[in-house]
Nanobody
C-alpha cells in the first residue's frame, strides 16, 4: 500500500505561481513513475505531467509545456509540480499519481495509487 499526500494548493492571482508537493510512503519510491493529473469542475481528470524514476525523463501535456515543471527528490520521497504564469483555466483539483511498474504514467488507467487531491484556484 502506498499513500500519497499532496500539499501546496491554494488561491493565486492570474500570472502567479504555485508549487505543489506530493510525499509518498514506502521504501521503493525511487522506482515509481510519478505524475500529476487535474480535474476541473464538471470535467474529466486529465494528464498534466509525469516523471520517470530518475527524474530526468519528464513529459508534459502539450498545452502546459513551458509553464509547468515536474521534478522529484527520491531522498525525500517527494514529487513536485512547479506552476508558473497561472491562468484561470488552470483552476482544478490536482492529483498526484504513482505507477509502480512502468516508466511513466500518462493515463488514469495506468495509475496504481492516487493522492487525495489539492485545490488550485486561479483568480482573474
Amino acid at each position: 500500500q502506498v499513500q500519497l499526500v499532496e500539499s501546496g494548493g491554494g488561491l493565486v492571482q492570474a500570472g502567479g505561481s504555485l508549487r505543489l508537493s506530493c510525499t509518498a510512503s514506502g521504501r521503493t519510491f525511487s522506482t515509481y513513475a510519478m505524475g500529476w493529473f487535474r480535474q476541473a469542475p464538471g470535467k474529466e481528470r486529465v494528464f498534466v505531467a509525469t516523471t520517470a524514476w530518475n527524474g530526468v525523463n519528464t513529459y508534459y501535456a502539450e498545452s502546459l509545456k513551458g509553464r509547468f515543471t515536474i521534478s522529484r527528490d527520491n531522498a525525500k520521497n517527494t514529487v513536485y509540480l512547479q506552476m508558473n504564469s497561472l491562468k484561470p483555466e488552470d483552476t482544478a483539483v490536482y492529483y498526484c499519481a504513482a505507477r509502480l511498474l512502468g516508466g511513466t504514467v500518462y493515463a488514469a488507467h495506468e495509475v496504481d495509487y492516487w493522492g487525495q487531491g489539492t485545490q488550485v484556484t486561479v483568480s482573474s
